[in-house]
């Protein structure tokens, strides 16, 4: 309503006051939510060191992503831009901070979608690509197709000029550690460490020990100046996974997806539950054809449909609109969100905002 006839409005009795604050609702010019994964991740597990490193972690992730925006960046930059900073901190599961397969492999998988043209890109199992998320624009944008996987998709990287690195790159000792934990729990062989990896002890990236979460991924979207929104994610998939095993994160309309008609989601926990239900694209269907709100549909999907299935995890989401939102059935999610106007948000556990 504009601010003339809503005053006119007021002054017959036809508009209250929840109308006016209403009309006062700007929509911000850029906004960024992001997630480092979701899971078990509770105070009483977390000692105060842990927590400040995590919640600095997502803090610089945070202002990466708002230098982007705030500088006239488009959604698609400040996503990638953020997600390389996060592939490089070992602390999350994607790029370096990945976890290892049953056979001590560290397979990465990563998707990006542009909501202004529906154009997606996707890789899954790359093994010497620094930066999948790049590795997924690049598909997108220069490639004719959505997914690549394996050796094919390090092979295409190469072509496009992305940094490749030894695969004893993304080792840290944290993850090995995990792995050896997880391989003994099921009574498997643990493989042999990998070529070039440091030797037990040496690696200083190696983070906190903490058993914070399984299936974390990292993820962004964000809305930039010109109304657009774009979403990413990126993971090292499960600990000790076998077969060549793909979750939902490069999964186009299950742990990723964006629409400027919609929203844009990024998802995070048991992939498998997600691709069952289309998480991500389900939720933007919700708003897009049953008119329900961000966080409502987000809720429908994760709290209910999610949680009755008898899967976990969680989501990250906004709209062109300027609509923020996430949703959880998991003890914690690292998460963040900055908006313009909005002071900037950052929160581990449940009992969080």
Known sequence: MKPVLLLIAMVLGLAGPAAAESAKTVKPRWAIVIHGGAGVIERD???????????????AALAEGQRVLETGGSALDAVEATIKLMEDNPLFNAGRGAVFTAEGRNELDSSIMNGAT??????????????????????????????????????????????????????TERRWSGLEKEL?????????????????????????????????TVGVVALDSNGDIAAGTSTG???????????DSPIIGAGTYADNKSCAV????????????????????????????????????????????????????????????????????YRARAAEGQAPVISIYKDEP
């Open 237 to 247: 998939g499960t600990t000790a996974k076998r077969w060549g095993r793909v979750g």
């Open 118 to 171: 529906l154009k997606a890109g996707a890789v899954a199992g790359a093994t010497r690509t620094r930066h999948p998320i790049s590795l997924a624009r690049a598909v997108m944008e220069k490639s004719p197709h959505v997914m690549l996987t394996g050796a094919g998709a390090d092979a295409f990287a190469l072509t496009s000029g992305l940094e490749q690195v030894d695969p004893a790159f993304f080792f």
């Open 266 to 333: 990024s998802a995070t926990g048991t992939g498998e539950y997600f691709i069952r239900l289309t998480v991500a694209r389900t939720i933007c269907a919700r708003v897009q054809y049953k008119g329900e709100t961000l966080q409502g549909a987000a809720d429908a999907v994760i709290q209910q449909q999610l949680t009755a299935l008898g899967g976990d995890g969680g989501i990250i989401a906004l709209t062109a609109d300027g609509q923020l939102a996430w949703s959880f059935n998991t003890p914690g999610m």
């Open 45 to 59: 597990s977390m000692d105060a060191a842990t927590e400040a490193a995590y919640r600095e972690a997502m803090a």
């Open 184 to 216: 003994n729990a099921r009574k498997l062989p643990i493989p042999t460490r990998p070529i070039n990896a440091p030797s037990p002890g040496s690696n200083i990236s190696a983070g906190p020990l903490i058993d914070d979460h399984k299936f974390g």
